[in-house]
């Protein structure tokens, strides 16, 4: 059983656009939920992460939004640029710290 | 070396082989994990290592073996694999296993495994 669907797949957006991008978890035993951006080649890297005391955390250009009765948070990218060019990831991590476990993925494009 | 290192960064094996993938985390860290990374699926956690002891397993094929010598080191050990195994194997670090403020986990860039 899949515990975190990650829509869109992909996602193309002209620079400047703000990009959204969505996850939906089925356990209610979670309790960090990062953003991870990954370019060609690297391992994926730590964008944000919240807990799910809060419903919003903002840092620079990338938001997270967290809606806990829903079961859902998401990933807002303000003025996006070709730079942000890249593949993201939620991931969900299960309260005991052993257990994390990721979306599919979704490539975004930004386009000049 | 910074970060996590991984090498070979590249390999190719037939399945009657014996290879080792290795990790190196320059962090100080206590916690490390192997990730299987497959075009199209999630990224699968195959083992955690917390303090250099094996606190999860994910119900990985015995034919992937992992070792922690110590917390700076972690060795994924292949024998015997099936193409399916070809992937991206990711090796990752954390301060700890789980709560305090440093949750954050580091990859490495991950050794591409190519099984012929």
């Known amino acids: 059983q899949q515990q975190v669907k990650q829509s869109p797949q992909s996602l193309i957006v002209q620079k400047g656009g703000i990009s959204i991008i969505n996850c939906a978890y089925e356990?209610?035993?979670?309790?960090?939920f990062p953003w991870y951006q990954q370019f060609p080649g690297k391992g994926p890297a730590l964008l944000i992460a919240?807990?799910?005391?809060?419903s919003e955390k903002k840092e620079g250009r990338f938001t997270i939004s967290f809606n806990k009765s829903a079961k859902q948070f998401s990933l807002h990218i303000m003025d996006s640029q070709p730079g942000d060019s890249a593949t993201y990831f939620c991931?969900?991590?299960?309260?005991?710290?052993?257990?994390?476990?990721f979306g599919t993925g979704t490539s975004l494009t930004v386009i000049p | 070396e910074t970060g996590v290192t991984q090498t070979p960064r590249h390999l190719v094996m037939g399945m009657t082989n014996k290879k080792s993938l290795k990790c190196e985390q320059h962090l100080g860290h206590n916690a490390m994990y192997w990730y299987k990374q497959s075009a199209k699926k999630p990224l699968e956690l195959m083992f955690v290592y917390s303090l250099e002891e094996r606190v999860e397993n994910n119900s990985v094929p015995s034919r992937f073996s992992p070792e922690c010598p110590n917390s700076s080191h972690l060795f994924l050990h292949l024998h015997t694999l099936q193409p399916e195994d070809s992937a991206l194997y990711l090796c990752a670090s954390s301060q700890d296993l789980a709560g305090g403020p440093r949750d954050e986990q580091f990859f490495g860039p991950g050794t591409r495994l190519t099984v012929l």
């Open positions: 919240i807990r799910p005391d809060v």
């Open positions: 991931a969900v991590r299960g309260n005991t710290g052993n257990q994390f476990y």
């Open positions: 356990n209610t035993a979670f309790d960090y």
